[in-house]
């Protein structure tokens, strides 16, 4: 059974730090491209970082946030700085790979990540 369990959101003023973990488990881990999106009220929801053979980043958060994961333990991170209110949302763990036979994307259900003072 795939599970993909979201930690370490909270509420933080602007300009403070927070750090999101994913836990993974029921999948090759390794295999998968890691990502984190973030989906605030009203709006869709958008990436902000994703991690595989290659880093990107949402726009919106280069240089603030940094992903990073280990394969040993089968956990995503995301380290967040510099933190504003537009960064208020649900933040989602995500799991991709592409395959011959089709895509595989799994969710976690999600964190709120509260910015204000």
């Known amino acids: 059974q795939v599970q993909l369990v979201e930690s370490g959101g909270g509420l933080v003023q602007p300009g403070g730090s927070l750090r999101l973990s994913c836990a993974a488990s029921g999948f090759t881990f390794r295999d998968f491209v890691m990502g984190w999106y973030r989906q605030a009220p009203g709006k869709e929801r958008e990436l902000v970082a994703r991690i595989g053979y290659t880093t990107n980043y949402g726009q919106s958060v280069k240089g603030r946030f940094t992903i990073s994961r280990n394969n040993a333990d089968n956990t995503v991170s995301l380290q967040m700085d510099s933190l504003k209110p537009e960064d208020t949302a649900v933040y989602y763990c995500?799991?991709?790979?592409?395959?011959?036979?089709?895509?595989?994307?799994?969710w976690g259900q999600g964190t709120q990540v509260t910015v204000s003072s």
């Open positions: 995500n799991a991709n790979i592409v395959r011959w036979s089709g895509i595989l994307d799994y």
